[in-house]
């Protein structure tokens, strides 16, 4: 008597193959989402371009290569993966973006609480942003 066939375990690799047409889209979404957010306000670039590099390693070889070699965000990307580090410019141009968030979203609030609310998650994210290492030089 033979066994019934059962279904396989999927293996990390047959996983990844699988789902890798979500990974690609992920990684497209996020990269959007992160070149949007160089021109409008309160949308932040960077957790979306580490996202999309994230996917991308997942989904889109090429897009992965592209991110990495990128002038702007290739840095970035690798002081991340290599470090879990942030760059004091990087510190520096986030805080002062929130700053400025902030007073805008105190002056066009309707009321003062939510304006307060996304001003203390804004500090929360810059306090978190100041604890991660800075890259080696």
Same mark, same amino acid.
Do not use: N
């Given at each position: 008597?033979?066994?019934?066939?059962?279904?396989?375990?999927?293996?990390?690799?047959?996983?990844?193959?699988?789902?890798?047409?979500?990974?690609?889209?992920?990684?497209?979404?996020?990269?959007?989402?992160?070149?949007?957010?160089?021109?409008?306000?309160?949308?932040? =670039?960077?957790?979306?371009?580490?996202?999309?590099?994230?996917?991308?390693?997942?989904?889109?070889?090429?897009?992965?290569?592209?991110?990495?070699?990128?002038?702007?965000?290739?840095?970035?990307?690798?002081?991340?993966?290599?470090?879990?580090?942030?760059?004091?410019?990087?510190?520096?141009?986030?805080?002062?973006?929130?700053?400025?968030?902030?007073?805008?979203?105190?002056? =066009?609030?309707?009321?003062?609480?939510?304006?307060? =609310?996304? =001003?203390?998650?804004?500090?929360?994210?810059?306090?978190?942003?100041?604890?991660?290492?800075?890259?080696?030089?």
């Amino acid at each position: 008597m033979s066994e019934p066939d059962l279904p396989r375990a999927s293996t990390p690799a047959t996983a990844r193959v699988r789902f890798r047409w979500a990974w690609w889209l992920l990684a497209y979404a996020s990269l959007g989402l992160g070149l949007v957010g160089i021109v409008v306000p309160g949308l932040p =670039t960077v957790p979306f371009v580490l996202l999309s590099a994230f996917a991308a390693a997942r989904g889109s070889q090429r897009l992965h290569d592209w991110l990495l070699s990128h002038r702007q965000f290739g840095p970035m990307i690798r002081d991340w993966q290599a470090h879990g580090a942030v760059s004091r410019r990087a510190k520096w141009l986030a805080v002062s973006m929130m700053s400025v968030c902030a007073v805008i979203m105190f002056l =066009t609030a309707p009321r003062a609480w939510m304006a307060a =609310t996304g =001003t203390a998650i804004m500090a929360v994210v810059a306090t978190w942003l100041w604890r991660r290492p800075e890259p080696p030089r």
